[in-house]
């Protein structure tokens, strides 16, 4: 199976090229299910490394099946506010994929990290539609290195950038649990991101995301 071609997390200028309706049948594999799939994991409680970042603030709570795994490899900055940004990108990464598994474009987690209506809310919500149009979560692990945090050109603004490899990241069927085919190859499997985070005017110590891009096969990604 051709594990590239699903719909990753990839700037709105390029997501329409990878639909999932151009994915096909089911891989070999295809009795392997996911447990939970077709549920919602609301209701796990976040890691205790959350909660303490949360303190005062009631963050979403999210959780993941067995079988698919997020790894963010990279050290916080040493500048708190660098930090605490480094951390809601993270966070936003993250809760997009809940609402993939929510399969719910309209997820409170990713909207509670994006400045509302702005170009990083329309890019979660589109993102976890086509997962919902093809009728697909995931499986696999998804690795994120080489984290860095600068300020951005406006005041209380801070620009994330991070690698992303998919390549060991594969589409299951939402409500079966099944390994699904990717189709035709997309690409290289590395890409770098870029977040633009606003500081929040109404909640302390919560960054919010404005924007994203996105560069499938950078160069400074390959092989991380």
Same mark, same amino acid.
């Given at each position: 199976?051709? *594990? *590239?071609?699903? %719909?990753?997390?990839?700037?709105?200028?390029?997501?329409?090229?990878?639909?999932?309706?151009?994915?096909?049948?089911?891989? #070999?594999?295809?009795?392997?299910?996911?447990?939970?799939?077709?549920? $919602? +994991?609301?209701?796990? $409680?976040? +890691?205790? +490394?959350?909660?303490?970042?949360?303190?005062?603030?009631? *963050?979403?709570?999210?959780?993941? #099946?067995?079988?698919?795994?997020?790894?963010?490899?990279?050290?916080?900055?040493?500048? %708190?506010?660098?930090?605490?940004?480094?951390?809601?990108?993270?966070?936003?990464?993250?809760?997009?994929?809940?609402?993939?598994?929510?399969?719910? #474009?309209?997820?409170?987690?990713?909207?509670? /990290?994006?400045?509302?209506? $702005?170009?990083?809310?329309? /890019?979660?919500?589109?993102?976890?539609?086509?997962?919902?149009?093809?009728?697909?979560?995931?499986?696999?692990?998804?690795? /994120?290195?080489?984290?860095?945090?600068?300020? !951005?050109?406006?005041?209380?603004?801070?620009?994330?950038? /991070?690698?992303?490899?998919?390549?060991?990241?594969? !589409?299951?069927?939402?409500?079966?649990?099944?390994?699904?085919?990717?189709?035709?190859?997309?690409?290289? #499997?590395?890409?770098?991101?870029?977040?633009?985070?606003?500081?929040?005017?109404?909640?302390?110590?919560?960054?919010?995301?404005?924007?994203?891009? &996105?560069?499938?096969?950078?160069?400074?990604?390959?092989? &991380?």
């Amino acid at each position: 199976m051709n *594990r *590239r071609t699903l %719909p990753a997390l990839t700037a709105l200028a390029t997501a329409t090229t990878l639909l999932l309706t151009a994915c096909g049948g089911e891989s #070999p594999e295809a009795d392997e299910k996911i447990p939970g799939a077709g549920e $919602s +994991s609301a209701e796990a $409680s976040a +890691s205790p +490394s959350e909660e303490s970042e949360a303190e005062n603030i009631d *963050r979403p709570k999210m959780t993941f #099946p067995k079988g698919f795994d997020m790894k963010f490899n990279w050290d916080d900055p040493s500048d %708190p506010d660098s930090a605490t940004a480094l951390n809601d990108a993270k966070n936003y990464v993250r809760s997009v994929y809940f609402g993939i598994f929510e399969q719910d #474009p309209e997820s409170s987690a990713y909207k509670f /990290y994006v400045e509302p209506m $702005s170009q990083a809310h329309t /890019y979660a919500r589109d993102q976890i539609q086509q997962y919902v149009d093809g009728g697909w979560v995931l499986g696999g692990k998804i690795a /994120y290195s080489k984290a860095e945090v600068t300020d !951005g050109k406006a005041k209380g603004t801070k620009v994330v950038n /991070y690698c992303y490899d998919e390549s060991q990241v594969y !589409g299951r069927d939402a409500k079966t649990g099944k390994k699904v085919d990717g189709g035709s190859d997309a690409g290289s #499997p590395h890409l770098s991101f870029t977040l633009v985070m606003k500081e929040s005017d109404a909640v302390d110590n919560l960054w919010l995301v404005h924007n994203v891009e &996105s560069e499938r096969g950078a160069a400074q990604c390959v092989g &991380s």
